[in-house]
């Protein structure tokens, strides 16, 4: 009798033990449905950033020389993404067991997708930057706002494919700059006021 009465209070911590826990965790699926806070914080974060690079293309004139700071600044939140498990990392040759960041919330990984967005993502912004650091010469404005063109939406794209929601107020849109003479190349000009326009080719000149 004794057994029975040391026994059933001892099944019943046991029961409480796993049962109660259980219950109380949310299961994987769950944790993907919402991101963690420091995951929405990253994205705030990324889209401020992404509109620091869109600015100065924007400008008037635009100047390229100031689109590396915040470029650089753009690949650090994303390097920051990948360490609070918002943005998923490479595996590297046989996948090693996850190591637990203090802080960092677990499970929270993208499907195949998300992982292939990523890096092209990081692709892209390591393209451009190579194109606007400090020696790689005077960038062509048309062109890398072509470029930053296809970063917005390599972002948009990655933010899906990872179950992110976009930044709130979302990304900048990028508006067509206007064709431009070629450098070295002079603009045409205009008659003088007062002197009659040149004739065309195979026709006598205005008298």
């Known amino acids: 009798m004794k057994k029975i009465v040391t026994v059933v209070p001892l099944l019943a911590v046991l029961f409480a033990a796993t049962v109660i826990p259980a219950a109380a965790t949310p299961s994987r699926a769950q944790a993907q449905v919402d991101p963690p806070a420091a995951c929405l914080d990253h994205v705030t974060k990324l889209g401020d950033t992404v509109?620091?690079?869109?600015?100065?293309?924007t400008a008037v004139p635009p100047d390229p020389s100031k689109v590396a700071t915040p470029l650089g600044d753009v690949l650090g939140v994303l390097t920051q993404m990948q360490s609070s498990k918002c943005l998923p990392t490479p595996p590297v040759s046989v996948p090693a067991a996850?190591?637990?960041?203090?802080?960092?919330?677990?499970?929270?990984?993208?499907?195949e997708q998300c992982l292939s967005a990523a890096m092209n993502l990081f692709s892209i912004v390591f393209g451009i930057l190579s194109k606007v650091v400090p020696g790689a010469g005077v960038p062509d404005a048309t062109k890398l706002l072509t470029e930053v063109t296809g970063l917005l939406k390599a972002v948009t794209d990655t933010l899906s494919a990872c179950g992110l929601p976009a930044p709130p107020g979302?990304?900048?849109?990028?508006?067509?700059?206007?064709?431009?003479?070629?450098?070295g190349l002079p603009a045409p000009s205009l008659p003088a006021p007062g002197l009659p326009a040149p004739g065309l080719p195979g026709l006598p000149a205005a008298a």
Request: aromatic content about 2%.
């Open 170 to 183: 979302g990304l900048p849109t990028v508006p067509s700059l206007p064709s431009l003479p070629a450098p």
């Open 51 to 57: 509109k620091k690079v869109v600015a100065p293309l």
């Open 98 to 111: 996850p190591v637990a960041v203090p802080g960092a919330p677990t499970g929270f990984q993208g499907p």
